[in-house]
């Protein structure tokens, strides 16, 4: 484990960015074609967060799982890694067969789920999507083991290429879907299952062949064992509780919106969802390859690295964290009437808000990795209990006088308590008393920020405001030029930033080949 990883996080991020523009390109082909029709954008959109809510299914044993998959393959004990494995995911496969029971429910009295579903076709839509959903569940199990099995090698890149082959599928299916007046969405859906479905079989027989991976070990290990049971269920039964929070939380909002408001106020809602999500998936790409990491050096015990990973990660992030927010922010109005239309200028409030509920995320992410590797399973408790009490009594004494907005309102004030905890963890931990992490580590951004947002709001009285593909490109490449040259007064404000990005330059230009840097 002496290793360097560094070839393995530029692989992750590239093929992890290639992998975001294909979705990038995706959700701004589909969702502008579904979107036209705000009642089925609206069916559509709640289908999209219960298929979410397989990846809660475990109800925290694979996240339990996956921490000590990686100190077990840290120790190089491949063995018991394919059992702790193969227990999580007996776990999860039990769990989604019991969900999907209440799912079968409500594909036959979809009215039952969505307020407001009177046309026989919605009806109709409803409760196919929900059906197919229920048809491919079973597949969410396979792409977590993926997901373990690749993550802890922090070589989560090799499955994404193959995943990127088929967003490309599923983006060419959007013109088989939605063409001359057709806009058939339940094909659409199934289309992008089977896709998902055949890249997770390819994925898992390159794992076989790669780690000399043994399925038929890993088929045997899917079973209950009451070692692994115990073994997991300390950091399980927390995650657990964390998971039920994160579904209270996250994914509740789309379903009291569908039940008490109906399919067209959650079509509203849900374009400002949509943009959350990307910027879920995005920050989630960025920090997705060091939770192994973290794992490692807590297993090895060697904190002092794992401490300076934990620096360089809030420092090189941040900045792709708080621009992308604070350009979105700036120019939501034009944005969403390039992408969506107009008569979506209700969804401006509501995406503002919600986006603006991750500016923390830069710190807050490293946070709550560091809290599970080093199981401080109490804190999880108070954290997740904290922003879920908050959000929920903020969204019912306020939905009768806001609305839906009032769901994108308390998505910010109810992460307050959390955010200002997971800031005490990070700097007690990089031994820093709060006021000099904000001095050393957060100063330097500042100016930044400051421009990019005086600059955005100057250009945004010129930017276009009808839906095009083309106005929308002009808007997104107003806010992603000037996030550039933010970028580089961060670079000569921040001795910390600009030290790692010549390391990692010299790190990339080491590792091209060398016909390359002669050329070069």
């Not at 079973?223 to 929070?245: E, H, Q, V």
Request: hydrophobic content about 50%.
């Amino acid at each position: 484990m002496n290793k360097s990883f560094s070839s393995n996080y530029i692989q992750t991020y590239i093929w992890q960015i290639i992998s975001m523009v294909a979705n990038f390109v995706s959700m701004f082909i589909v969702v502008p074609k579904i979107s036209s029709q705000p009642a089925l954008f609206g069916i559509y959109s709640i289908c999209i967060s219960i298929a979410i809510y397989f990846s809660y299914a475990d109800v925290g044993f694979v996240s339990s799982g996956t921490k000590y998959a990686s100190e077990s393959f840290a120790m190089n004990d491949l063995e018991e890694e394919i059992k702790t494995v193969g227990f999580v995911s007996f776990i999860l496969f039990a769990f989604v067969l019991l969900f999907d029971v209440v799912i079968v429910y409500f594909a036959f009295t979809p009215t039952a789920l969505i307020a407001n579903l009177k046309d026989p076709k919605e009806v109709a839509v409803a409760s196919n999507l929900l059906f197919m959903l229920v048809l491919f569940s079973f597949a969410i199990v396979n792409q977590r083991i993926l997901q373990v099995i690749y993550g802890v090698r922090v070589e989560t890149y090799i499955y994404k290429k193959i995943f990127i082959v088929g967003s490309f599928f599923k983006i060419a299916s959007v013109y088989f879907c939605f063409n001359n007046g057709k806009a058939d969405i339940v094909e659409y859906f199934v289309i992008c299952q089977l896709v998902d479905l055949i890249c997770s079989v390819i994925s898992l027989l390159i794992a076989k062949k790669r780690y000399n991976y043994d399925l038929f070990l890993l088929l045997r290990s899917l079973r209950y064992s009451k070692r692994m049971f115990d073994k997991t269920k300390r950091l399980a039964f927390g995650s657990m509780y964390m998971t039920l929070m994160f579904v209270l939380y996250y994914e509740m909002d789309t379903m009291a919106i569908a039940k008490f408001l109906g399919p067209e106020e959650l079509s509203y809602y849900a374009v400002g969802l949509s943009l959350l999500t990307f910027l879920r998936t995005l920050f989630s790409t960025l920090y997705a390859p060091f939770t192994a990491r973290f794992n490692h050096f807590i297993a090895l015990k060697d904190l002092d690295s794992l401490r300076d990973l934990y620096l360089r990660i809030v420092v090189i992030i941040m900045p792709m964290v708080l621009f992308p927010i604070i350009s979105l922010v700036v120019l939501m109005k034009p944005f969403i009437g390039c992408w969506v239309g107009v008569h979506y200028t209700a969804s401006v409030v509501i995406a503002q808000l919600l986006i603006m509920s991750y500016s923390d995320s830069f710190y807050s992410y490293p946070a709550s990795m560091l809290i599970v590797a080093q199981e401080k399973v109490r804190m999880l408790y108070v954290t997740t209990t904290l922003m879920t009490l908050i959000f929920w009594c903020g969204v019912f004494t306020t939905i009768s006088h806001l609305g839906t907005p009032s769901f994108a309102l308390f998505k910010i004030i109810s992460l307050v308590p959390t955010s200002v905890i997971y800031y005490r963890v990070t700097a007690k931990f990089l031994d820093l008393s709060p006021i000099d992490f904000a001095k050393r580590i957060l100063s330097p951004i500042l100016p930044s920020c400051l421009f990019l947002v005086m600059s955005l709001m100057y250009l945004n009285r010129y930017m276009p405001v009808d839906k095009h593909v083309s106005n929308l490109l002009v808007v997104v490449s107003t806010g992603g030029f000037v996030s550039l040259i933010a970028l580089s007064l961060y670079y000569l404000a921040s001795a910390h930033f600009r030290g790692y990005s010549r390391e990692f330059v010299k790190k990339v230009y080491d590792k091209m080949p060398s016909v390359l840097r002669t050329a070069g």
